[in-house]
């Protein structure tokens, strides 16, 4: 008798002080939270693979450069992009990206960048203009990877030295091509590295880009192997915190940053070039591919460029356990997102000058996957941290 | 037995709940003080605090349709656009991005969150928000400062590709020593300039320049709101109450309506309204043109070195950024103020009272009309009169800025400048970010606020926490 008082005491004390939306001990947590982190060190690791690929094959061509060298360059350039985009939702969740002293995203994936900066661009009167660091001997006598490093961001945010976009339009070129030409993207020639003017600057500089490039994701990958200083400290965090960072991100991801200034910019301000991609013209693809690493984490998978499955508990598992409905309605949001980015018009530049409508569907559905699931998180208890 | 136990069950439920139990001795202050911007005040207190828009932007901004597709864009939407203008760099004229496209020639920065990091405050050095306006003797056609004749109204220490910046500054600073009445001494730090590496001929010897750090830029929709009349009601210029505290209102170039109006925002409340504030932030600060500013930003012999260089369009920055930035700008919400029952801040609201802090920095100001209902009839704590006053000798630019004297700065609001610390990583505080923290910037204040600080001198070690600790809580 008196024993099950006392559980009663102790469980009307516990239920009086229950704040709404207290956490509820689930089961899944730790593994969804342990193979976020896997997903992590595996797509880091394949891009910064796949950019040592890259990097072996600028080397190479800056050797001996080839037309044919040159197109292989574009395609190891995708190649290395395919993973890096699928790791965009790590960002704002207190990850190595983008969080201390050390974070790395300007340097890998900053955008706009004034060109102009880097190298000539067109005057408008049919010639170029010989700006940029590599056409500026005076300046910097030499092109090395402390030049590119110091000079980084110098006098502005977008006089960028680095990074895979700077890296795009040394291959690509810019994209000065009427809305109605059928070649959508930049059409830089090879020979801008066999008789250009300033052609052996130009290699220097690529050469070093691709090395910084790399060294960055190694940083990365470094933080994130199981080791790895960054991946000691998130699996001594509490679950609870690093699954509000991880839900955090994503939210944030699919809030501000895809759908408005990715997506809804570019259709707002109407400008052909409004794209981050838009030396290559491989916007849509960026697009697709940071909403499929969306995709991994939420369901707890990723396929490695070598084809092998990471397999494990998912994100959503741990808001089905918390709220079924909910996450049924998170899923479904996810992909009516997914599928509506699938339908997003290529090249993007033309799609947002002629017919938006792709982008504009795809943006609103992934601010609504965005908004339901910071909905269900809060209801459930995790606490959703979202910069504007 | 069963008594006995609900006796138990009550005082676990007590135990457990004792942080909800009401204080035993209530403390006299008033709860709506927290709400320093109104009904649309932020409690978060990281690092975003000042990044938050205001409450009730639930509403349409527009509906477009494209073809099949309807889009419905909210206010939060929209404000999220112009956060994005807010941060977004951009680019010089003839790279491939030209919507953002036009920066320059001659820059201080390439984005508003250079020296608004984070909608937050800049810091005393030429690369995170410090910047020097520039004149000579004399007005312009409107009554503002004459331009410097080789530099114009403001030092560019950068430029765009290929074009030398106008020149860099070189800041030392001075310690002077001084003490309290009760024997504890502290140091301030008196800036120097030097201009160093001019590039555009030799400054004027006539030159008068004013050094300005990038202000925090929450709330300035609610301080638009505030009618006219409220701001006049403070006025006294002449100090016909001889509390030695003036009061004056500055009538600058109101560039759309091509007349004079109240001077609100600036340093010196050398700008009407924030349009215009933001047009001339993007053309002194960013060399981009506007509807408002159609010409470049070039002065003397730089018109015919870089006149015919490449620009960003007619005008570089379109009206609908304008417009987006605008709404964001009144749109973002001021954080409330933390620990305001606490006995110490309680002492240091009375002690910033009875030291007449609160004649400039008026406590508490009504707002009125507004299109934005989360702004219109709020009743706000800025702690500012938004009116010029003789700040001293020592704080002065000897720089006059149309009815600004050389000795007279503009009221800056208190809001929220405790937390300038969480969201910015510093405490530096004045127009040219001299002072380090709150003592010394209050330890700065001369002139129509010399007594004041007289008093400050003469509180004791206790008092004077008490007073930071008030501030602090803002």
Redesign the interface.
């Known amino acids: 008798m008196k024993k099950v008082f006392l559980v009663t005491i102790i469980v009307l004390a516990l239920f009086s002080c229950k704040k709404k939306g207290e956490k509820i001990p689930v089961t899944s947590e730790k593994p969804a939270i342990t193979n976020y982190a896997e997903i992590a060190y595996a797509s880091y690791t394949d891009a910064y693979n796949e950019a040592v690929k890259l990097q072996n094959s600028i080397n190479d061509f800056c050797n001996a450069p080839t037309e044919s060298k040159f197109a292989n360059l574009k395609v190891l350039y995708v190649n290395t992009r395919i993973p890096y985009e699928q790791t965009e939702p790590f960002r704002s969740a207190n990850g190595p990206i983008d969080t201390g002293d050390d974070a790395v995203e300007g340097l890998l994936n900053g955008w706009p960048l004034s060109e102009n900066f880097v190298d000539y661009v067109s005057d408008g009167k049919g010639g170029d203009t010989l700006s940029g660091i590599i056409n500026d001997t005076i300046r910097f006598p030499s092109i090395t990877k402390e030049v590119l490093l110091s000079n980084h961001e110098s006098g502005g945010e977008s006089n960028l030295t680095l990074g895979y976009h700077v890296i795009e339009f040394l291959l690509w070129g810019q994209d000065l091509n009427p809305v109605s030409a059928p070649n959508s993207s930049g059409q830089r020639k090879y020979t801008d590295y066999t008789t250009k003017a300033n052609f052996e600057r130009r290699k220097s500089y690529l050469k070093a880009a691709a090395e910084i490039l790399v060294d960055n994701l190694a940083y990365l990958v470094d933080q994130w192997k199981p080791t790895g200083a960054y991946r000691l400290t998130f699996t001594a965090a509490s679950d609870a915190s690093n699954l509000s960072n991880a839900l955090s991100g994503i939210a944030w991801f699919c809030a501000g940053e895809l759908p408005t200034e990715r997506m809804y910019k570019a259709v707002e301000t109407g400008d052909q070039e409004e794209e981050h991609s838009c030396f290559s013209d491989l916007t849509d693809q960026d697009i697709k591919l940071s909403m499929k690493g969306v995709n991994n984490l939420m369901n707890g998978t990723y396929t490695k460029v070598n084809g092998e499955k990471i397999s494990g508990i998912g994100l959503l598992t741990v808001l089905q356990e918390r709220d079924a409905t909910g996450a049924n309605e998170v899923l479904t949001l996810l992909n009516t997102a997914l599928a509506d980015c699938e339908k997003i018009k290529a090249p993007f530049d033309q799609t947002i000058l002629n017919d938006p409508s792709s982008v504009v569907k795809a943006k609103n559905s992934i601010f609504n996957f965005s908004t339901k699931l910071q909905t269900v998180c809060a209801g459930v208890g995790i606490t959703m941290n979202i910069p504007e | ?1 069963i008594k006995n ?1 609900i006796g ?2 009550a005082l ?2 007590l135990v ?2 004792k942080h909800n139990s009401p204080k035993d001795t209530p403390l006299p202050y008033n709860e709506a003080e927290k709400y320093s911007g109104g009904t649309s005040t932020t409690f978060d207190i ?1 690092e ?1 605090a000042f ?3 205001v409450g009730g932007l639930g509403g349409i901004y527009k509906i477009k349709n ?4 309807s ?1 419905t ?1 909210t206010f939060a ?1 929209y ?3 112009g ?2 203008d807010f941060r ?5 004229a ?7 496209d036009g ?1 320059g020639p001659f ?1 201080n ?3 508003c969150s ?1 020296c608004h990091s984070d909608d937050g405050r800049g810091k005393p050095d030429l690369q995170n928000g410090l910047l020097f306006r520039l004149s000579i003797p004399g007005t312009d056609a409107h009554g503002g400062p004459k331009p410097e004749p080789n530099y114009g109204g403001q030092l560019s220490n ?5 074009v030398p ?1 106008e020149g860099d500054v070189s800041i030392l600073y001075e310690e002077i020593k001084g003490m309290f009445a009760d024997g504890e001494t502290y140091s301030l730090r008196k800036p120097k300039y030097e201009f160093v590496g001019m590039n555009y001929g030799a400054l004027s010897s006539e030159v008068l320049f004013s050094p300005r750090v990038g202000p925090q830029v929450y709330g300035l929709g609610l301080l638009e709101a505030i009618p006219e009349s409220e701001i006049l009601k403070y006025t006294d210029e002449f100090d016909t109450d001889k509390d030695s505290i003036s009061g004056k209102a500055n009538y600058v170039w109101d560039q759309a309506k091509q007349t004079n109006s109240l001077g609100r925002f600036g340093w010196k409340a050398n700008q009407p309204n924030l349009k215009q504030q933001i047009a001339g932030a993007f053309l002194g600060d960013m060399g981009l043109t506007t509807s408002l500013n159609p010409e470049e930003n070039l002065s003397g012999n730089q018109v015919s070195l870089y006149g015919n260089l ?1 620009t960003g369009g007619k005008p570089e920055v ?1 009206d ?1 950024i304008i417009e987006e930035l605008l709404f964001y700008q009144r749109c973002l919400a001021v954080p409330g103020r933390r620990n305001i029952d606490k006995a110490e801040v309680i002492q240091g609201k009375q002690l910033f009272i009875s030291l007449n802090c609160n004649k400039c920095h008026v406590e508490k100001q009504m707002t009125g009309a507004s299109t934005i209902s989360a702004l219109a009839n709020q009743t706000i704590y800025p702690y500012t009169d938004l009116l010029l006053h003789d700040m001293g000798n020592e704080l002065a630019d000897q720089r006059p800025d149309f009815l600004a004297t050389g000795n007279e700065w503009r009221t800056p609001p208190l809001w929220g400048i405790g937390l300038i610390k969480t969201v910015n990583k510093h405490t530096f505080l004045l127009h040219d970010g001299r002072a380090r923290d709150f003592k010394e910037a209050i330890l700065w204040h001369g002139g129509e606020a010399e007594p004041s600080k007289n008093k400050f001198l003469k509180l004791s070690k206790t008092e004077r926490d008490q007073l930071i600790q008030f501030l602090e809580s803002m």
């Open positions: 037995m136990s138990w069950l676990l439920v457990c709940c990281g975003q990044n938050h828009a494209y073809g099949s597709v889009d864009v939407e404000f999220k656009l956060n994005s977004m760099p951009w680019v010089s003839g790279n491939t991005t030209t919507a953002r920066l820059l920065a390439t984005n250079a950068f430029a765009v590709f290929g910046a490449p379109s609908s």
